[in-house]
């Protein structure tokens, strides 16, 4: 019996490698969990390095180009503005669906555009995460200021 039994669970995190790890703990109560996996690694980093880190697109494309985004993320985690901020995972399962309930302490973002693949972003190393998780989930819905996603996937 694993992680596929899961019916809620509430989790807390705050770095980059957690949220691969939780990713992956989690995605197993999902129906084709090896497919989750990456969506749900996409909105778990983007709450840490965006939501909680305040890195924009433009400067992540500009720090991945230089090879500085570990750099930066690190940087930035360590900012008395940041260091005490969290990322809040729920997960809840039922005979119906499984819902990623996804909040990060950051002041939320515009999420419109990056629900369709812009052509400008088509090539780049960024800027594709949310249209990816929209492929694997059936519904993603960003509540508040943008802060918060609820990511839903029916059984």
Known sequence: MGMEKLKYCELEFQKLREAKNIANAVSCTFPQSVRMVGA??????NAV?????G?????????????K???????????SENK?????????????????????DGNGFDWRPYMQ????????????????????????EFLGNGNEVVCTKFI
């Open 40 to 45: 749900i690694g996409e909105i778990l980093v």
């Open 49 to 53: 390095e965006h939501g909680n880190l």
């Open 55 to 67: 890195i924009s697109f433009q400067e992540k494309s500009e720090l991945v180009m230089d090879g």
């Open 69 to 79: 985004w570990e750099e930066e993320v690190s940087y930035r985690s360590q900012l």
């Open 84 to 104: 005490d901020k969290s990322v809040k995972v729920s997960v809840t399962k039922n005979e119906e669906f499984v819902e990623l309930r996804v909040k990060d």
């Open 117 to 140: 693949l812009d052509s400008a972003r088509a090539h780049k190393d960024n800027g594709r995460g949310i249209y990816l998780a929209s492929l694997e989930f059936d519904n993603i």
